[in-house]
């Protein structure tokens, strides 16, 4: 079983950058990639970008591509999510998660989630 935990939110003004990180444990050899959600208030929850574990390899939604970059840190299991250019529609709570499959990046392909984190961007 994987824990995830997310780290790096908090409120921002337009324009702005935000890292936020993911460290993973337990059995994570398991895991075939990472991925990053997001939901807004009312909304329903959104493909934001992954990361395939083995080799790098990355996609992102196209709302965030070209802002958005997904890395990972095989030592310490972490998986960062550099946002710049960030918008007021970018708020939204942040869930990092953890498939053991190739999926089609949608929420329910993803087993394992951490709690999320706020991100809040000011216009």
């Known amino acids: 079983q994987v824990q995830l935990i997310e780290s790096g939110g908090g409120l921002v003004q337009a324009g702005g950058s935000l890292r936020l990180s993911c460290a993973a444990s337990g059995r994570t050899f398991r895991t075939y990639a990472m991925g990053w959600f997001r939901q807004a208030p009312g909304k329903e929850r959104e493909f934001v970008g992954a990361i395939i574990w083995s080799n790098a390899r990355t996609y992102y939604a196209d709302s965030v591509k070209g802002r958005f970059t997904i890395s990972r840190d095989n030592a310490k299991n972490t998986v960062y999510l550099q946002m710049n250019s960030l918008n007021p529609e970018d708020t939204a709570v942040y869930s990092c998660?953890?498939?053991?499959?190739?999926?089609?990046?949608?929420?329910?392909?993803?087993?394992?989630w951490g709690q999320g984190t706020q991100v809040t961007v000011s216009s």
């Open positions: 998660a953890s498939t053991s499959y190739n999926g089609d990046y949608s929420p329910r392909d993803f087993q394992t």
